[in-house]
């Protein structure tokens, strides 16, 4: 490229104005990242999940529970392959800030279900046997320095008078992709059933069943619900991601809030470089004007203030994707239990570039198209 | 020999025939230029002189190809760009025209070479052969020694031979000066109309020059004034000139 050395020395031209350009594009292309990697976690779940799962909850609402009964009743119905039940159990491990989700599980069935979680042979054995076993995700075992031998006691208040309940750490599972779900921590329904109130016993907070194929999901989703119709535990059943979207949505309308603030973020860098390029477009009226009158044509011109802004945009997108990667380790570490782990992927890397990439072109557009059009005749007057 | 009124033989390098040029400012037109008529033969030296606002830099940036007349032509080396597309007419002054002008105009963030190098970036010549050419440029000027400086490290007479470098450096058919020493002290004027006399002179350059300076105007082989869009007077000073004013 014959015209490098001349948009290079315009770049650095004035220094303290481009420092300032590339920090304010890196540090929004920080929370730009950032909205993208949360917003990314809470779909994670609805991306992930199994097409041919179905989710069954009491019409009520989740925290209901349904009995065990219907176990045996779904698994009847034509198209169903397995049937796994959860409980949510609501413990807390030494202090309410070390939050991360118990799930109370039915031995039998769940591996079946979900064979996306990897337990070794040996430790689910040994954890069937153990009615007080306990079975931690990889991540949360790492975060509270746990191994398997471990006694876990986790204080809970949700079924009676609080209580500690005290668990053996029979395995550790992983999960096949790196992103999935590693925070998890089991325990078995036996031993749940045996340690509740009377009004919990044999119930369970929430069915997963596993279908011969998900073309049949509408018909089963729509025969379980007929099947328990006007009974006293009402189902509602659905897809697996449209329940993890729902949950989702617990937390308020996250998606709505990313696209706004990415919005913002969005039109502040079209700003912000816009000016700067429209400032030093101006500041070069002359340059631009001699450049023209010995021939650089109109179209050169254009490229010439484009690739400026692109290369702006370029060093502020990468510096801003380099704090970005190195950031949000540590403030998912900082926030693990609060919001599912933060995880800033290659693909996400390369999409903030080809943002910061498409950010700078269009900044320097309209300068560019004003440069372009600019009379040399005019611009020679100015001088 | 160079000729106002507009009966040249046709074989002059610039000819220019009826060049009207009318702007309107508000309700009223303006005609800066009055069907004017000039025929300037290879290697000639013409100043135009004239009060401010007498049409000079409009005919200079007409004869440049950087305006378009309202009526009339401008014919140079065969080729008639008054009705050259803009883009066109963007490659021809690559090709034929050099400018010299009165604020230098360098890049300020590019060394000499790179400032002389500019017009060769839009040729095909490969680095070394655009090398070669801007050194012979540069020597010519007296600044080969100076290449790698910063046009803020270079005095005003040293960054007018810059800008005379970068103006002949791709061969133009032509030179173009608006006030080449308007903003320089006398003896630094002095040198560099030497040197644009040794261009006209050794390297058979045409040279339209537009100055305020009478002692600069002189220097030219033939002096042109121009009032009120008018050439109104002819003076001969090195070479023959046919006196016509308006045709």
């Known amino acids: ?383 | 020999m160079i000729r106002v009124d507009g009966q040249g033989s046709g074989k002059s390098l610039i000819q220019v025939r009826g060049l009207t040029k009318t702007y309107r400012r508000g309700g009223e037109e303006i005609q800066v230029l009055q069907r004017l008529n000039l025929d300037v033969d290879k290697g000639d030296f013409v100043g135009f002189m004239g009060p401010s606002g007498s049409g000079k830099t409009t005919l200079l940036n007409l004869l440049g190809g950087l305006d378009v007349p309202s009526q009339g032509s401008i014919t140079v080396d065969g080729d008639e760009i008054t009705h050259m597309s803009g883009s066109k007419l963007t490659q021809w002054r690559a090709r034929h025209v050099g400018f010299i002008f009165q604020m230098y105009n360098l890049i300020p963030v590019l060394t000499a070479f790179q400032n002389v190098e500019l017009p060769l970036l839009l040729t095909k010549l490969s680095k070394a052969e655009r090398r070669k050419h801007v050194e012979t440029a540069l020597n010519v000027v007296g600044l080969v020694n100076r290449m790698d400086h910063y046009p803020r490290q270079l005095s005003g007479g040293q960054e007018q031979r810059v800008t005379i470098a970068r103006a002949i450096v791709s061969d133009p058919t032509f030179l173009l000066c608006d006030e080449p020493t308007g903003d320089l002290d006398r003896k630094s004027a002095d040198e560099i109309m030497a040197l644009i006399e040794e261009l006209v002179a050794n390297h058979g350059k045409t040279v339209l020059m537009v100055t305020h300076d009478a002692v600069v105007a002189a220097r030219a082989h033939t002096t042109l004034h121009l009032d009120k869009g008018v050439l109104v007077e002819a003076s001969k000073l090195g070479q023959g000139v046919v006196a016509g004013g308006v045709a």
């Open chain 1, 1 to 383: 490229m014959k015209f490098r050395s001349l948009i290079f020395a315009n770049l650095f031209r004035k220094k303290v104005r481009l420092i300032l350009t590339i920090g304010s594009f890196a540090i929004a292309l920080v929370l730009f990242t950032f909205l993208a990697v949360v917003n990314s976690a809470f779909s994670r779940g609805i991306d992930i999940a199994g097409a041919d799962r179905l989710v069954i909850v009491n019409r009520i609402g989740l925290i209901q529970t349904m009995p065990i009964s219907y176990d045996d009743q779904v698994r009847a119905i034509p198209g169903v392959k397995y049937v796994t039940h959860d409980h949510w159990f609501g413990g807390v491990y030494q202090e309410e800030k070390n939050f991360f989700p118990q799930f109370v599980i039915d031995v039998e069935n769940h591996r079946k279900v979900y064979p996306e979680f990897i337990v070794p042979d040996d430790q689910w054995n040994t954890f069937v046997k153990d009615q007080q076993g306990a079975i931690a995700g990889a991540t949360t075992a790492k975060r509270f320095g746990w191994k398997v031998g471990d006694r876990i006691p986790i204080k809970n208040s949700l079924y009676g008078p609080t209580k500690t309940w005290e668990f053996n750490l029979d395995g550790i599972y992983h999960t096949a992709k790196p992103d999935g779900d590693q925070g998890q921590f089991w325990l078995q329904w036996k031993n749940f059933d045996e340690n509740v109130p009377a009004v919990i016993k044999s119930t369970a907070g929430w069915y997963i069943l596993k279908l011969d194929s998900p073309d049949d999901s509408v018909r089963v989703a729509k025969t379980i619900d007929a099947k328990f119709a006007n009974s006293s535990y009402e189902t509602k059943t659905e897809t697996e991601s449209a329940f993890a979207a729902g949950f989702a949505k617990q937390f308020g309308n996250i998606e709505f809030l990313i696209l706004t603030i990415g919005s913002v973020v969005f039109f502040t860098l079209l700003l912000v470089t816009g000016n700067t390029m429209a400032i030093s477009v101006r500041e070069r009226t002359s340059e631009l004007a001699v450049l023209k009158a010995i021939g650089v044509t109109d179209r050169t011109i254009l490229f010439l203030v484009l690739a400026e802004s692109t290369v702006i945009a370029l060093f502020g997108g990468l510096l801003g994707l380099l704090l970005a990667w190195a950031a949000i380790p540590v403030i998912s570490a900082a926030v693990t239990g609060l919001l599912p782990p933060l995880l800033l992927s290659k693909t996400m890397l390369s999409l903030g570039l080809v943002f910061a990439i498409f950010v700078g072109m269009v900044s320097g557009l309209l300068p560019g198209i004003s440069a372009m059009r600019m009379r040399v005749v005019n611009a020679l007057r100015r001088v």
